[in-house]
T-cell receptor
Framework: DGGITQSPKYLFRKEGQNVTLSCEQNLNHDAMYWYRQDPGQGLRLIYYSQIVNDFQKGDIAEGYSVSREKKESFPLTVTSAQKNPTAFYLC??????????FGSGTRLTVV | KNEVEQSPQNLTAQEGEFITINCSYSVGISALHWLQQHPGGGIVSLFMLSSGKKKHGRLIATINIQEKHSSLHITASHPRDSAVYICAVGLTNDMRFGAGTRLTVKP
């Protein structure tokens, strides 16, 4: 079955460390997105990519980095520069504006 | 002001009640989505609307493009409907999300 796989589901990181969240899709979708969710707030866009080897900053890109070397994969690195990284991170993909599919999310906690 | 406003923020209902969740938006959109997020965090797409009304089982979604307003209705609500319901609007390169409505249906 086609879908988006995010891993891991739960992640713990020490302060000052970088950590990479995985997002893989087998839907042949061109566009992929990373969102951050904080309690009581809507999802906010971190980065998005419309095609391979190209990506754009979203509203809250500071402290994050991404790569898009393959169509299927869009990993997100949370760097030590991100001041408040504890959050729920969601990956999504779409073929056009109309069909979005979401992953199951990764909950990152900084300890 | 948020581009997507949902109401209410929290909703508690008794099993069997008719539920309505509202969404208003202030930007031009290509489509509006209703999403369901369960406690584990994963999100499921319920509906995508660009006009009119859609129905799936006990769920009904409507949209009024002129008024920039959409509603999600749940008929004969059940405890398994308890979740966070999120309204999202599709823009050219992005989606904008409401903060969500937390629904609790008590048996």
């Amino acid at each position: 079955d086609g879908g988006i796989t995010q891993s891991p589901k739960y992640l713990f990181r020490k302060e000052g460390q970088n950590v990479t969240l995985s997002c893989e899709q087998n839907l042949n979708h061109d566009a992929m997105y990373w969102y951050r969710q904080d309690p009581g707030q809507g999802l906010r866009l971190i980065y998005y990519s419309q095609i391979v080897n190209d990506f754009q900053k979203g509203d809250i890109a500071e402290g994050y980095s991404v790569s898009r070397e393959k169509k299927e994969s869009f990993p997100l690195t949370v760097t030590s520069a991100q001041k408040n990284p504890t959050a729920f991170y969601l990956c999504a993909s779409s073929l056009t504006d109309y069909g979005y599919t979401f992953g199951s999310g990764t909950r990152l906690t900084v300890v | 002001k948020n581009e997507v406003e949902q109401s209410p923020q929290n909703l508690t209902a008794q099993e069997g009640e008719f539920i309505t969740i509202n969404c208003s938006y202030s930007v031009g959109i290509s489509a509006l989505h209703w999403l369901q997020q369960h406690p584990g965090g994963g999100i499921v797409s319920l509906f995508m609307l660009s006009s009119g009304k859609k129905k799936h089982g006990r769920l009904i979604a409507t949209i009024n493009i002129q008024e920039k307003h959409s509603s999600l209705h749940i008929t004969a609500s059940h405890p398994r409907d308890s979740a966070v319901y999120i309204c999202a609007v599709g823009l050219t390169n992005d989606m904008r999300f409401g903060a969500g409505t937390r629904l609790t249906v008590k048996p």
